[in-house]
Each structure stands twice: as C-alpha cells, then as structure tokens.
C-alpha cells in the first residue's frame, strides 16, 4: 500500500523557515516523482515543486523559486525547505507521488494527509 506522511508544518513568524519532509512507503520510490503542493483556505490546490528521485532533476513552481527548496533528504523520504516565509504561504501542505515530472495536482495519484503551516505576520 502506497503511504505518504508528510510532516514539519506549525507556525512561523514572517521571514523564518521551515522544513518539510514526506516520508514514503510502499512503493519504489525511485521510480516515481515526488511533489509538493499547497492548498490555501478557498483557494485551489497549487503546485509548487517536483523532484525526480532516480536522478534529482527537479523543477520548482516560478511562485516559490528562490525560497523553497526540494530534495532527496534519504532514500524514502523528500524535504521542502521554506525560507523567508510570508503569511501568504499560510496553507495546508501535501506531498504527492506520481509518474509524471509535474506540478499538476490530477497527475498525481497518491497523497499524503497534509501538514499545515501558518505564517505570522
């Protein structure tokens, strides 16, 4: 059974960090993309960062770029490193696995149940 758990939200004070991590299982996980997306309250679901864990290439959302970072942090498990946070990256965060180097939430089949981070102003 495929399980992604992701984990590190909480609050934060404008221009901190935090750190994501998905921790996987029940799948070969080098065979798929993991990605990170967001879902604010009355907002959809964006996609912000997909990294292809065989080989690392990865590509980050144009919204975020700059201030988050994806990676392989072991061999079951992605980090999303968030610097200089803003209240507006208040949301719930979810890590999905998937095929397809994408940030397009219908390509992804499994989820995780969500973190949620807010950011204080």
């Known amino acids: 059974e495929v399980q992604l758990q992701a984990s590190g939200g909480g609050l934060v004070q404008a221009g901190g960090s935090l750190r994501l991590s998905c921790a996987t299982s029940?799948?070969?996980?080098?065979?798929?993309?993991i990605a990170w997306f967001r879902e604010a309250p009355g907002k959809d679901r964006e996609g912000l960062s997909c990294?292809?864990?065989?080989?690392?290439?990865s590509y980050t959302s144009d919204s975020v770029k700059g201030r988050f970072t994806i990676s392989k942090a072991s061999a079951d498990t992605v980090d999303l490193q968030m610097s200089s946070l803003k209240p507006e990256d208040t949301a719930v965060y979810y890590c999905?696995?998937?095929?397809?180097?994408?940030?397009?939430?219908?390509?992804?089949?499994?989820w995780g149940q969500g973190t949620l981070v807010t950011v204080s102003s």
């Open positions: 999905a696995t998937g095929v397809h180097a994408s940030t397009t939430a219908r390509d992804f089949t499994n």
């Open positions: 029940g799948f070969t996980f080098d065979d798929y993309r």
């Open positions: 990294i292809s864990t065989r080989d690392g290439r």
